[in-house]
């Protein structure tokens, strides 16, 4: 009777418990909505499910590396490494922030965000046999935040410990429910194996080929040079939803490449299987050789239909020459646009006009209803041009005589307390307005010289000097650098990335994604705002209220993006049909062997 009595209470108090200890098991997470896709989906629509495996393919990466540890701020990591870890869920490519359980069978969020569970497929092992296990996890998330990339410590912040409940259960216990992006964060990182890394030191560059739980191995390399990764025959998830028809190839091959022109001559040789194309003189012109003729050789342009973030020239404000906003305006309207893409990208490219281009979170016209609100709480600390006027950019003729804009940006200058004196621009000290604009390509030159020539014309003395990959990363890292391209990506759903793009912290941050080194009270409070968003409403207004402040501070000299995807390829490959948000996802390719035989054979004929 006492033990019925005892049951009865428990199952009493369990009726009881409040809506944050209770959780739902689901088998995706999505940030806006549901997950489009049932619980036993068999596979991601946009794959051929019966995909053959087999064959090679040789890609082609411009830099060097010498370390397979992606994880940490030493060394320069091989891109290729990425393929040999597994993660707790997977995104879907045609879903906007959509994640479904991967080495994670079932997910549990409590309701007001205060933790999350992950629990593990009993199937689901290393490529080594053993079980990937909660202990593991935890060991990756504790090995992260403490010896991994600075950013992860901000990534994690909200994160107030973590435990393994059992072999295959591990808990998440958060700071506060205000994160609601952070279930999802957690979902991404990937599972290290607890046991390779012991008597291995985890924040030193990782020389020997790692161990994961992921599709591929790799294989075989030479150091800086080349790196082959070989698909794992009894990778334990190749017949799951989040598996089944996608890392198809047998062997990827990456062979690295110090100059980018001379990649695009190792695709025309056939070495390379197939290219991204980023430059538009390329893709117009330099696609004219025999194989594209005999249709060998395809240009394929994917439609994109996602955020395309901001490219552009970033002022690093660490730097004193660029503190004054009345110098970085002047340095914005001495960029020509409309005459390099007239001139050098052959009408390809949309200017940047906000941080979160091509999505419903960019700022335009003059602050409204919620989002004037929200910036009059921080009306003391923003420029009153926040509320006056809208965020613009200039706009030549396209002829390349700017004199309008170089006359604009002059009077700036001279506000800011510089004068010209013998066709040179001086400070009160008679010291010239000098800087250096760091590249880590040579192609970008063309682009980077005929803004320094607008910028000659005000008497402003800028060098351009190109270094190779690892030199530059080292530079960047270090923030020492004045000015450099920085491409700054954004999803469907901004989140806790923000901190480490705009904020005080992150500026102080070595090697993190706040190149510009922005530290604005202002800024960090907007941050906030997106972080803690809890709907969409609130989210769309903290941002554009986020993206207006940043572009009046005029840290940066925006750039261009293309809306579509453009591959050149040699015709050796099956792709699935249907379109997708991100345009393709080449995971989902395989080698069609009909195709492959033919150019095979032509590619011999012609070495």
């Not at 199952?11 to 896709?37: C, F, Y």
């Not at 040999?84 to 879907?92: A, G, I, N, Q």
């Not at 410990?161 to 506060?176: G, I, Q, Y």
């Not at 003729?293 to 395309?308: A, N």
Request: proline letters at 6%; hydrophobic letters at 40%.
């Amino acid at each position: 009777m006492m033990r019925f009595l005892v049951l009865l209470a428990c199952l009493l108090s369990a009726s009881l418990l409040p809506d944050s200890a209770r959780a739902q098991r689901l088998h995706g997470l999505a940030l806006i909505g549901e997950p489009a896709l049932p619980a036993d989906f068999k596979a991601f629509p946009y794959v051929n499910p019966d995909a053959p495996k087999g064959g090679a393919v040789t890609l082609g990466a411009i830099g060097t590396f010498d370390s397979f540890n992606p994880f940490i701020l030493r060394g320069t990591p091989t891109g290729a490494a990425s393929r040999v870890f597994d993660t707790l869920t997977v995104p879907s490519a045609d879903e906007p922030m959509t994640e479904y359980g991967h080495l994670a069978q079932d997910i549990e969020v409590a309701p007001d965000h205060s933790w999350e569970a992950f629990d593990l497929r009993p199937e689901a092992h290393f490529n080594d046999g053993t079980p990937v296990t909660a202990e593991d996890v935890v060991w990756t998330f504790e090995t992260l935040i403490t010896k991994g990339r600075p950013f992860y410590r901000q990534y994690y912040a909200d994160v107030a410990k973590v435990e393994a409940e059992s072999k295959l259960r591990v808990v998440f216990h958060f700071k506060n429910g205000d994160n609601r992006e952070l279930p999802q964060i957690l979902g991404q990182m990937p599972v290290l194996p607890k046991h390779w890394w012991q008597g291995r030191d985890f924040d030193k560059p990782l020389t020997e080929p790692p161990l994961g739980s992921g599709p591929y191995r790799i294989d075989t390399f030479d150091m800086g040079r080349s790196v082959t990764l070989q698909r794992v025959p009894d990778y334990w998830a190749a017949n799951m939803p989040t598996g089944r028809g996608l890392n198809n190839f047998d062997r990827i091959r990456v062979e690295y490449y110090r100059d980018a022109t001379v990649a695009l001559e190792a695709f025309k040789a056939g070495q390379i299987d197939w290219r991204v194309e980023n430059i538009a003189k390329n893709w117009a012109t330099a696609y004219d050789f025999p194989a594209v003729e005999q249709g060998l050789v395809r240009k394929l342009s994917f439609e994109r239909h996602l955020p395309t973030g901001m490219q552009a020239f970033g002022m690093n404000l660490r730097r004193p020459i660029f503190a004054n906003r009345l110098v970085r305006e002047a340095l914005v309207q001495a960029f020509d646009f409309e005459w390099m893409n007239r001139n050098l990208f052959y009408g390809r490219y949309v200017r940047t006009r906000s941080y979160f281009s091509n999505s419903d979170f960019a700022s335009g016209g003059l602050p409204q209803g919620d989002e004037k609100a929200l910036l009059e709480r921080h009306r003391d600390k923003l420029a009153p041009e926040v509320f006056t006027q809208p965020f613009d950019l200039p706009v030549t003729d396209g002829s390349g005589n700017n004199r309008p804009q170089l006359r604009a940006a002059l009077e700036k200058l001279q506000q800011a307390g510089w004068r010209v004196v013998d066709r040179k621009l001086v400070d009160a000290n008679g010291q010239q307005f000098s800087f250096e604009i760091l590249l880590d390509q040579p192609t970008f030159e063309r682009v980077a010289l005929p803004y320094v020539q607008s910028l000659e014309k005000l008497g402003m003395a800028v060098r351009v000097r190109t270094v190779d990959p690892a030199q530059y990363e080292q530079l960047i890292d270090g923030f020492d650098y004045d000015m450099t391209v920085v491409a700054i990506g954004q999803s469907d759903s901004p989140g806790n990335e923000q901190s480490e793009f705009w904020t005080c912290a992150a500026a102080r941050m070595q090697g993190s994604r706040n190149t510009m080194g922005i530290c604005d009270p202002a800024v960090d409070a907007l941050v906030g705002e997106v972080v803690a968003a809890h709907d969409r409403k609130s989210l769309i207004t903290a941002t554009r209220a986020l993206d207006r402040v940043l572009l009046h501070g005029s840290y940066v000299v925006p750039q261009w993006h293309s809306e579509s995807l453009d591959i050149a390829l040699w015709d050796r490959f099956g792709i699935p049909p249907q379109k997708m948000r991100s345009g393709t996802d080449v995971n989902a390719w395989w080698v069609d062997q009909a195709r492959a035989a033919v150019v095979d054979q032509a590619r011999s004929s012609n070495r």
